[in-house]
């Protein structure tokens, strides 16, 4: 499986590429900004988008809402440091399938990323 890591630090980028990068992912690219995601995406066609929410040029809400107009079975797991319930409901309503709070520790993300895709085929 493809995945792609969408956020405006670099740190937090890194972090999440190093993590998944044991499991059975191929990472194929990142994005800084939603702009950057949607044309990175487009061209990459991850099945699987870590998603920031809180980012220049688009935020991660229109930024899934675009994914989706692409690609209807991508996975986009939110990770984000606003971690009020609404935050999360807005998220999933735009079509992710899961939230994750930062900051986040590699089990809780490995284990985000299993929920996310326990039901696909590979």
Do not use: C, W
């Amino acid at each position: 499986m493809k995945f792609m890591v969408v956020d405006d630090s670099m740190v937090i980028r890194e972090q999440i590429e190093n993590i998944l990068s044991d499991s059975h992912f191929d990472f194929v690219g990142s994005a800084k900004d939603g702009l950057e995601a949607v044309r990175e995406f487009k061209l990459l066609r991850p099945n699987v988008v870590t998603m920031d929410l809180t980012m220049p040029k688009m935020n991660g809400g229109e930024t899934i809402r675009r994914m989706m107009t692409y690609d209807s079975s991508v996975r986009i797991l939110v990770i984000s440091a606003l971690k009020d319930k609404a935050t999360a409901l807005r998220a999933l309503s735009s079509g992710a399938y899961g939230f994750l709070p930062k900051p986040f520790t590699s089990y809780e993300l490995k284990s985000a990323i299993e929920k996310l895709i326990a039901d696909m085929e590979t």
